[in-house]
């Protein structure tokens, strides 16, 4: 007979868990305790919220479900945040949660929160254990729906009386399968069209970031040469340094990457994610989009495509180049011209002087200074737009941004988990002072790691992105200014070493000092987002327009 805490340790192991993201709680310690005697690490964070970003964030990179882990109540109610994270993100989590004895409980209803229900609507599976036999399968279950297309978040969970008790159950393992394969006719019909087109485009999604679709995509437009963009989840699944690249659609409309987009008459829409703000709009009789996915095409009225190539991403893309050549009408001319105007483009803003810094100017201070492998997790603020659009990635998940839920909050979680999942790789996280604050208690779960990470810090004492929106609508400006800790002492104070930069140059010898360093380094750097509107809502799309 096994105690049912250490069947479902031994279940987590046999998923090939090794690390668990949270916060224990008094219904939890008979699971910890379990936790304590086997191989699998335990990360304790200093909030839920932290603990599920972190356990999304593993998900993201290594394609196994993250497991993160609280108490009953408000340890519960803290993961919703994360659950939509990663939910929204289509990153594969698991969430653990503890419950009061369901068989007697001598507290009432203290505590006491249908944490099932709560999570119904944002899971793929949700389900508390009532039997100490059911672990293996619950398990099993609710990590294989947490990774099969299209990822999400799961829930368990346990009781503490069923924790406890004694079951002569024994684990599943996981079971290898594959995923369906298109069907010929839609592969001979998307390659008919693609072949047929004089200008024809590639659009690379958040679901071709998974999976080993990016070597695919690679020999594909190496066969065939064809131009792409890509969304901003979407970003470095091919290698955007090259002469191919044509932009990520960063913005609603008007960039550069939109007059491509116009000017195609077929897009091949590789991994579109719905979730994502639309690329493009799609219009009657304009092009014909080939849509390439896991799944069939949720159509509205701005994504209606006319060829649907439903299948395993991967499988589709060697597919097509198998059934395609280059062909000697396509006509590229004017993508050229359109990726030599945004190459101009972002070089003249990548030299802005200003100090405080404009936002573009440390995009390209940061890329100087890391290497093609290393990784950079945003938060959530107006510098998101600058690094979606300038960064050239060249390998899938470098640039870990959240264009789904787009919560503030996530990005130091992030990065602390990005550091555990690539030991040796360089991480830094791009924080806002107003999402930095919100999850700030994290340093201090660095320090006590002993990883090795550069926070950067962009103060400028405000919601910015949204007093940028505030002016933009024409209200006056209220409610959107705040003060902040002196950031310096703050991280010394968790045991981080502090830096503030007061010029550029200044801020580009603190960032390769801190990167060529172990331990923590945080630096402050003040920002100036004066131009945004003007260059966002206005010059941007006046330059784009003018390529011909």
């Known amino acids: 007979m096994t105690k049912a805490s250490d069947l479902f340790v031994q279940a987590l192991q046999a998923e090939g868990v090794d690390h668990v993201f949270g916060i224990p709680g008094e219904e939890t310690l008979a699971l910890l305790e379990s936790l304590r005697s086997s191989g699998i690490r335990l990360v304790l964070t200093r909030h839920e919220q932290a603990a599920g970003f972190m356990a999304a964030t593993w998900g993201r990179l290594t394609g196994q479900a993250g497991v993160c882990l609280s108490t009953l109540g408000p340890g519960a109610t803290n993961l919703v945040t994360a659950a939509a994270y990663a939910q929204l993100g289509a990153m594969p989590m698991l969430m653990i949660t503890g419950q009061k004895p369901v068989r007697s409980s001598r507290q009432g209803h203290f505590q006491i929160v249908d944490v099932v229900d709560m999570m119904r609507p944002l899971t793929k599976y949700t389900r508390q254990l009532i039997s100490a036999d059911a672990i293996p399968a619950k398990v099993r279950e609710a990590v294989r729906r947490a990774q099969e297309e299209r990822p999400g978040a799961t829930h368990l969970e346990l009781p503490q009386d069923v924790a406890g008790d004694e079951t002569d159950a024994i684990v599943l393992p996981p079971v290898y399968s594959r995923r369906p394969l298109a069907e010929d006719k839609a592969l001979a019909a998307a390659a008919e069209a693609i072949a047929r087109a004089r200008h024809p485009l590639l659009m690379i999604g958040a679901g071709a970031n998974r999976k080993t679709t990016s070597k695919m995509l690679h020999a594909l437009v190496g066969k065939l040469g064809l131009p792409f963009f890509s969304t901003q989840m979407g970003k470095g699944v091919l290698d955007e340094s090259g002469p191919l690249w044509l932009g990520t659609a960063a913005l609603s409309d008007g960039d550069f990457v939109h007059r491509a987009i116009d000017a195609a008459d077929c897009i091949v829409n590789i991994g579109h994610d719905v979730i994502e703000k639309p690329p493009f709009s799609m219009h009657r009789g304009r092009r014909t989009v080939i849509h390439v996915n896991y799944s069939p095409a949720v159509v509205d009225q701005v994504y209606f495509p006319q060829v649907e190539v439903v299948g395993d991403i991967a499988h589709s893309v060697w597919a097509l180049a198998e059934r395609l050549d280059p062909q000697p009408h396509w006509d590229f001319a004017f993508f050229d011209r359109v990726r030599e105007a945004l190459c101009a483009h972002v070089a003249t803003l990548a030299a802005d002087p200003r100090f405080p810094m404009a936002v573009p100017r440390l995009v390209a201070t940061l890329a100087d200074a890391l290497a093609p492998e290393d990784i950079t997790c945003l938060d959530n603020g107006l510098y998101k737009l600058w690094f979606a659009r300038h960064a050239r990635c060249r390998l899938p998940n470098t640039l870990l941004l959240d264009n789904a839920l787009a919560t503030m909050g996530a990005g130091l979680p992030s990065a602390i988990a990005a550091a555990l999942a690539r030991p040796g790789r360089r991480v830094v996280a791009v924080c806002g002072d107003g999402g930095f ?101 206005h010059e941007i799309a006046e330059l784009a327009a003018a390529v011909s």
């Open 437 to 537: 604050m919100m999850n700030s208690q994290e340093l201090e779960t660095a320090v006590r790691l002993g990883i090795d990470l550069v926070v950067l810090v962009l103060r400028d004492d405000a919601y910015g992105m949204i007093k940028w929106k505030q002016a933009h609508d024409g209200y006056p400006a209220y409610g959107m200014d705040y003060g902040n800790p002196d950031f310096v002492r703050y991280a010394e104070s968790y045991g981080a070493r502090g830096h503030r930069a007061t010029s550029i140059e200044g801020f580009e010898a603190q960032l390769r000092e801190a990167l060529a360093r172990p331990g923590v380094d945080l630096v402050e750097v003040p920002v100036d987002y004066g131009r945004d509107d003007a260059l966002l809502n």
